[in-house]
Protein backbone atom coordinates (compact mmCIF):
# COMPACT_ATOMS: atom_id res chain seq x y z
CA UNK A 1 0.00 0.00 0.00
CA UNK A 2 1.40 3.55 -1.04
CA UNK A 3 0.14 5.12 2.00
CA UNK A 4 0.45 2.27 4.84
CA UNK A 5 1.27 4.78 7.75
CA UNK A 6 -0.99 6.98 6.62
CA UNK A 7 -4.70 8.12 8.33
CA UNK A 8 -8.17 9.28 6.98
CA UNK A 9 -11.16 10.95 8.80
CA UNK A 10 -14.54 10.20 8.51
CA UNK A 11 -16.87 13.17 8.93
CA UNK A 12 -20.54 14.25 9.24
CA UNK A 13 -23.24 15.63 10.88
CA UNK A 14 -24.96 14.26 14.05
CA UNK A 15 -26.65 11.03 13.18
CA UNK A 16 -25.16 10.73 10.04
CA UNK A 17 -24.21 6.84 10.46
CA UNK A 18 -20.66 6.87 11.20
CA UNK A 19 -20.60 4.76 14.05
CA UNK A 20 -22.67 2.11 12.72
CA UNK A 21 -21.01 2.38 9.20
CA UNK A 22 -17.16 2.13 11.13
CA UNK A 23 -18.50 -0.64 13.07
CA UNK A 24 -19.64 -2.68 9.73
CA UNK A 25 -16.16 -1.52 7.90
CA UNK A 26 -14.86 -3.11 11.71
CA UNK A 27 -16.78 -6.61 10.70
CA UNK A 28 -16.14 -6.62 6.90
CA UNK A 29 -12.79 -5.49 6.15
CA UNK A 30 -10.38 -5.63 9.27
CA UNK A 31 -7.38 -4.37 7.05
CA UNK A 32 -8.49 -1.13 8.03
CA UNK A 33 -8.16 -0.08 11.32
CA UNK A 34 -10.31 2.32 12.94
CA UNK A 35 -10.82 4.39 15.79
CA UNK A 36 -13.27 5.67 17.97
CA UNK A 37 -14.05 6.92 21.07
CA UNK A 38 -17.53 5.22 20.87
CA UNK A 39 -17.54 2.68 23.73
CA UNK A 40 -17.07 -0.70 21.12
CA UNK A 41 -13.31 0.90 20.44
CA UNK A 42 -12.62 1.92 24.00
CA UNK A 43 -9.79 -0.73 25.87
CA UNK A 44 -10.97 -1.68 29.51
CA UNK A 45 -8.00 0.71 30.65
CA UNK A 46 -10.07 3.99 28.31
CA UNK A 47 -13.41 3.32 29.80
CA UNK A 48 -13.19 6.81 31.22
CA UNK A 49 -12.86 8.32 27.85
CA UNK A 50 -16.47 7.01 27.48
CA UNK A 51 -17.59 7.85 30.47
CA UNK A 52 -16.51 11.70 30.60
CA UNK A 53 -17.83 12.01 26.36
CA UNK A 54 -21.18 10.46 28.20
CA UNK A 55 -21.02 13.40 30.91
CA UNK A 56 -20.46 16.46 28.96
CA UNK A 57 -23.77 17.37 27.35
CA UNK A 58 -25.07 17.31 31.15
CA UNK A 59 -21.85 19.77 31.79
CA UNK A 60 -23.04 22.10 28.91
CA UNK A 61 -26.89 22.63 30.35
CA UNK A 62 -29.65 21.92 28.51
CA UNK A 63 -28.46 24.80 26.20
CA UNK A 64 -25.20 24.50 25.12
CA UNK A 65 -24.88 28.27 24.12
CA UNK A 66 -26.40 30.02 27.03
CA UNK A 67 -24.29 31.33 29.64
CA UNK A 68 -22.58 28.71 31.79
CA UNK A 69 -23.53 29.00 35.44
CA UNK A 70 -20.87 26.18 36.98
CA UNK A 71 -19.04 25.79 34.43
CA UNK A 72 -17.12 27.99 31.84
CA UNK A 73 -16.88 27.05 28.07
CA UNK A 74 -12.90 26.54 28.74
CA UNK A 75 -13.78 23.82 30.97
CA UNK A 76 -16.13 22.27 28.79
CA UNK A 77 -13.27 22.50 25.90
CA UNK A 78 -10.86 20.52 28.62
CA UNK A 79 -13.71 17.82 29.19
CA UNK A 80 -13.89 17.08 25.54
CA UNK A 81 -9.84 17.54 24.94
CA UNK A 82 -9.58 14.33 26.69
CA UNK A 83 -11.05 12.61 23.70
CA UNK A 84 -9.08 14.32 21.37
CA UNK A 85 -5.84 13.58 22.91
CA UNK A 86 -6.94 9.60 22.79
CA UNK A 87 -7.65 9.96 19.61
CA UNK A 88 -4.37 11.26 18.31
CA UNK A 89 -2.68 8.35 20.56
CA UNK A 90 -4.30 5.87 19.25
CA UNK A 91 -4.09 7.06 15.72
CA UNK A 92 -0.52 7.16 16.37
CA UNK A 93 -0.78 4.05 17.51
CA UNK A 94 -2.25 2.34 14.86
CA UNK A 95 -0.53 3.94 12.05
CA UNK A 96 2.33 2.09 13.01
CA UNK A 97 0.89 -0.98 11.47
CA UNK A 98 -1.06 0.02 8.50
CA UNK A 99 -4.05 2.61 7.09
CA UNK A 100 -6.59 4.04 10.01
CA UNK A 101 -9.79 5.56 9.39
CA UNK A 102 -10.85 7.75 12.55
CA UNK A 103 -13.77 8.83 13.48
CA UNK A 104 -13.71 13.13 13.60
CA UNK A 105 -10.79 13.34 14.80
CA UNK A 106 -10.52 16.76 16.30
CA UNK A 107 -12.17 18.67 13.59
CA UNK A 108 -15.94 17.89 15.33
CA UNK A 109 -15.09 18.50 18.57
CA UNK A 110 -13.58 21.49 17.79
CA UNK A 111 -16.37 22.59 15.85
CA UNK A 112 -19.11 21.37 18.81
CA UNK A 113 -16.24 23.76 21.39
CA UNK A 114 -16.84 27.34 19.14
CA UNK A 115 -20.51 26.70 18.59
CA UNK A 116 -20.99 26.02 22.45
CA UNK A 117 -19.23 29.54 23.32
CA UNK A 118 -15.52 28.50 23.18
CA UNK A 119 -13.31 31.42 21.27
CA UNK A 120 -10.07 30.91 19.63
CA UNK A 121 -7.31 29.78 22.57
CA UNK A 122 -4.13 27.97 22.64
CA UNK A 123 -5.64 24.91 22.92
CA UNK A 124 -7.10 24.82 19.03
CA UNK A 125 -3.89 25.82 18.15
CA UNK A 126 -2.62 22.52 20.03
CA UNK A 127 -5.08 20.18 18.33
CA UNK A 128 -4.64 21.97 15.02
CA UNK A 129 -1.03 20.90 15.07
CA UNK A 130 -1.95 17.24 15.77
CA UNK A 131 -0.80 15.30 11.92
CA UNK A 132 -3.22 15.61 9.63
CA UNK A 133 -5.04 13.34 7.98
CA UNK A 134 -4.22 12.07 3.96
CA UNK A 135 -8.12 12.55 3.64
CA UNK A 136 -11.23 13.42 5.01
CA UNK A 137 -14.28 11.39 4.01
CA UNK A 138 -17.18 13.53 4.38
CA UNK A 139 -20.73 11.39 4.73
CA UNK A 140 -23.69 14.23 3.75
CA UNK A 141 -26.55 13.12 4.91
CA UNK A 142 -29.74 15.35 4.77
CA UNK A 143 -30.75 17.05 7.76
CA UNK A 144 -34.37 15.59 7.46
CA UNK A 145 -32.97 12.26 7.19
CA UNK A 146 -30.60 12.96 10.50
CA UNK A 147 -33.64 14.24 12.11
CA UNK A 148 -35.67 11.43 11.30
CA UNK A 149 -32.85 9.14 12.52
CA UNK A 150 -32.71 11.28 16.08
CA UNK A 151 -36.10 10.44 16.68
CA UNK A 152 -37.27 14.08 15.88
CA UNK A 153 -35.21 15.31 18.38
CA UNK A 154 -35.79 12.72 20.96
CA UNK A 155 -32.09 11.82 21.01
CA UNK A 156 -30.23 14.71 21.00
CA UNK A 157 -28.38 16.02 23.69
CA UNK A 158 -27.11 19.91 23.86
CA UNK A 159 -24.21 19.78 22.08
CA UNK A 160 -26.51 19.21 19.14
CA UNK A 161 -29.12 21.57 18.82
CA UNK A 162 -29.60 24.98 19.39
CA UNK A 163 -32.23 26.37 22.23
CA UNK A 164 -33.37 24.90 25.52
CA UNK A 165 -35.76 22.21 23.93
CA UNK A 166 -34.84 20.03 20.58
CA UNK A 167 -36.83 21.39 17.68
CA UNK A 168 -36.51 20.80 14.33
CA UNK A 169 -35.31 24.37 13.63
CA UNK A 170 -32.67 24.92 16.03
CA UNK A 171 -31.34 21.03 14.99
CA UNK A 172 -31.56 22.52 11.03
CA UNK A 173 -29.46 25.49 12.53
CA UNK A 174 -27.27 23.57 14.29
CA UNK A 175 -26.11 21.31 12.46
CA UNK A 176 -25.59 23.55 9.73
CA UNK A 177 -23.47 25.45 11.75
CA UNK A 178 -21.35 22.30 12.53
CA UNK A 179 -21.19 21.89 8.61
CA UNK A 180 -19.64 25.34 7.90
CA UNK A 181 -17.10 24.83 11.01
CA UNK A 182 -15.73 21.48 10.04
CA UNK A 183 -15.40 22.81 6.51
CA UNK A 184 -13.53 25.52 7.42
CA UNK A 185 -11.39 23.14 9.57
CA UNK A 186 -10.16 21.02 6.82
CA UNK A 187 -10.09 23.69 4.46
CA UNK A 188 -7.11 22.61 1.97
CA UNK A 189 -7.56 18.83 2.83
CA UNK A 190 -7.89 16.17 0.10
CA UNK A 191 -11.85 15.67 0.47
CA UNK A 192 -13.87 12.69 -0.99
CA UNK A 193 -17.60 13.23 -0.59
CA UNK A 194 -19.70 9.80 0.47
CA UNK A 195 -23.53 10.55 -1.16
CA UNK A 196 -25.99 9.33 1.75
CA UNK A 197 -27.19 5.46 1.65
CA UNK A 198 -29.61 3.78 2.71
CA UNK A 199 -27.95 1.38 5.22
CA UNK A 200 -24.95 1.10 7.28
CA UNK A 201 -23.74 -2.10 5.20
CA UNK A 202 -23.95 0.03 1.68
CA UNK A 203 -22.39 3.42 3.07
CA UNK A 204 -19.22 1.05 4.72
CA UNK A 205 -18.98 -0.35 1.56
CA UNK A 206 -18.72 3.46 -0.61
CA UNK A 207 -15.86 4.08 2.19
CA UNK A 208 -14.78 0.69 1.42
CA UNK A 209 -14.05 1.76 -1.92
CA UNK A 210 -13.08 5.30 -1.61
CA UNK A 211 -10.67 3.85 1.16
CA UNK A 212 -9.47 1.09 -1.43
CA UNK A 213 -8.40 3.93 -4.01
CA UNK A 214 -6.76 6.21 -1.38
CA UNK A 215 -4.63 3.17 -0.03
CA UNK A 216 -4.20 1.55 -3.50
Same mark, same amino acid.
Given at each position: ?? @???? *???? +??? &?? @??KSSALFRLRQTAPQWRTVSVDDAYLAPEHALIGRLRREVPAVAGA &????? +? #????PEFLATLLGTAVVHLRDE? @?????????? %???????? +?AKCRLAGVRENPMFAWW?? *? $?? $?VRVLR?? %?PPRTTWRRCGAGAALNSLEHYGE????EGFRRYQSDLDKIMREETDGLPVTVV $??? &???? #??? @?????ALAHEFR
Open positions: MA @AAHG *FCVL +LGP &DY @AG &DATAQ +L #DAWSV @ARHTAHGPVV %VDSYYYKI +LRS *F $PQ $PLE %VKPDW $PAQ &DNPA #DTA @AALQE
